[in-house]
């Protein structure tokens, strides 16, 4: 792949590790560091901004005060420009606005030939506002939610999110059902490319599963049923408990594991003494990043009952580990999981037929490797990043197209004006 002579200024407000969850958008830092091989990048990413004094009375204000303005991540600039924050007022249409005119603030400080936003609202939008501001194209990346959800929370969030995906340039989703979302809310289909999220193929690698069960702790003779993600209900995960209450009632050797926290968190422990499954549900709460390709090799059957999802990069890093997958046909999970290729998918919220089909997943002969190979072909960050850069360079060429065409149209006016005066 050669090196693009563009300068990418990407805006990722909470996609990208931040003063709440340092741990945010991993896979956003991964991207951007395969990309940063081919073409100059900038990340900015909003901080509070802190009153004077304020940090004086109060410890967390003080942390916020003492964030750097810049710094390096992944080997990438990244800026940290200051948008205000309201206590207890956190809206999407207020990020929207404070992200906006913080970031147009933080352009007198970056060079950049085109503007990306890492989700509809509030980046892309910033993206795009800006970018006709200051003449650049922009691009938005939808991840999901900014789609499905958050338009139809209120009117005028839907009328900033259609005109966000009408005004820019290119729009990158990560799935086919995404994109079909996108144009129902007005997006030109032509302006519409499905790439999906990419994995680190070298980090999420082959580890003998025993072996990987003793490093974690579990009992190597037991058969783990594994949830990697926020406990949060959007993913379903009283689905899963129940389902897993059918299950040990047959197999005294199954047994869940959480790897994650919370709003659900209590919730969930609570339906765990009800369904009478304490000592067989695990909570292990969040996990270093660094830990998470071992936990994906000890389970033997990765499970994700979710209501909704965009493509849930979960599932490339469980199948990259050898580990197959059950999860509900919902969002772009069915261009992810080829049903009894790599795993099975549950078509209800029967839990008679989640524990069915994570049965047969348990009792299947899986060939790991071939699981692995099945999403080095297709999602690698090496293959991802490629169609990424086609899409830049298909932009650039396009806005250069179009600035060349306007030259010379305005020559031609200007000719044409002269022609007339002498006459």
């Known amino acids: 792949m050669r090196k693009l002579t563009m300068r990418l200024l990407v805006f990722a ?22 990309l940063k091989k081919f073409c100059d990048i900038t990340v900015c990413v909003p901080h509070p901004w802190v009153p004077p004094l304020v940090d004086k009375f109060s410890a967390r204000w003080r942390r916020y005060a003492q964030l750097p303005k810049e710094e390096v991540v992944a080997g990438v600039r990244v800026l940290h420009p200051r948008r205000l924050v309201i206590p207890k007022v956190n809206s999407w249409m207020w990020m929207t606005f404070s992200v906006t005119l913080c970031c147009w603030r933080a352009l007198s400080s970056a060079d950049f030939d085109m503007l990306e936003g890492q989700f509809v609202l509030p980046d892309g939008f910033a993206a795009v506002f800006l970018g006709r501001r200051w003449n650049k194209p922009s691009v938005i990346h939808v991840r999901g939610t900014d789609v499905h959800t958050i338009p139809y929370l209120s009117p005028l969030l839907k009328r900033l999110t259609v005109w966000a995906l009408k005004e820019a340039k290119a729009i990158r989703t990560v799935s086919q059902d995404l994109a079909r979302r996108c144009a129902e809310l007005g997006a030109d289909p032509c302006k519409v490319r499905v790439i999906p999220n990419g994995i680190d193929i070298h980090r999420f690698t082959l580890i003998p599963r025993r072996e990987a069960k003793e490093r974690v702790g579990l009992n190597p003779e037991r058969r783990h049923l594994l949830y990697v993600g926020r406990l949060v209900a959007v993913k379903g995960l009283d689905l899963l408990l129940e389902a897993t209450a059918l299950l040990v009632q047959q197999h005294r050797d199954v047994e869940l594991v959480f790897v994650g926290d919370g709003a659900e968190r209590e919730v969930l422990q609570r339906q765990v003494n009800k369904l009478g499954l304490n000592g067989r549900v695990h909570f292990v709460g969040v996990q270093p990043h660094d830990c998470i390709p071992v936990w994906m090799n000890a389970g033997d059957v990765l499970c994700l009952p979710s209501h909704r999802e965009g493509l849930p990069t979960v599932l490339l890093e469980a199948l990259a580990c050898g580990t197959p997958v059950v999860a509900t046909a919902v969002g772009g999970i069915p261009e992810v999981v080829a049903d009894r290729q790599v795993g099975r998918l549950v078509h209800s919220r029967n839990p008679k037929e989640m524990a069915a089909c994570i049965e047969e997943v348990l009792e299947a002969q899986w060939d790991r490797q071939q699981l692995r190979d099945y999403v080095e072909e297709r999602f690698s960050f090496e293959v991802v990043t490629k169609e990424l850069l086609e899409m830049y360079g298909s932009v650039m060429r396009n806005c250069s197209s179009s600035v060349n065409h306007e030259h010379a149209r305005d020559e031609g006016r200007k000719k044409r004006n002269s022609g007339t005066e002498k006459r």
Do not use: D, I, W
């Not at 909470?14 to 991207?31: C, D, I, M, R, T």
């Open 13 to 34: 407000s909470h996609l990208f590790p931040n003063y709440k969850n340092p741990y945010a958008g991993s896979f956003v830092v991964e991207q951007v560091r395969h």
